[in-house]
């Protein structure tokens, strides 16, 4: 004799199966890229005076010109300007 209770272990069955199923295929693999305002958080820069790669939203920067240079840390920013200055005042 089949009890109501049958059917309803069996409509969990069912369900815990269609979950299985269509699970994994709602999430595109592989497809799912990074969207451009967080790619750009992932840029690597070196920095020019210890040449280490910090990521853009870490560095300290420094605006040169039309250019912006990054820095890992104050010192090498602090360092990068004595050096040019010792550049320069050479050159003249
Ligand atoms: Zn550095």
Do not use: W
Request: proline share 8%.
């Amino acid at each position: 004799m089949m009890g109501p209770l049958r059917i309803v272990i069996l409509l969990v069955l069912l369900y815990i199966l269609y979950r299985l199923l269509t699970g994994p295929k709602k999430r595109p693999a592989g497809k799912a890229r990074p969207e451009p305002a967080a790619r750009v958080t992932d840029v690597l820069e070196e920095d020019p005076v210890c040449h280490v790669c910090i990521p853009r939203t870490q560095a300290v920067t420094m605006r040169d010109g039309d250019e912006t240079i990054y820095f890992c840390s104050r010192e090498c920013l602090a360092r990068y300007h004595e050096e040019n200055k010792k550049n320069r005042a050479s050159k003249t």
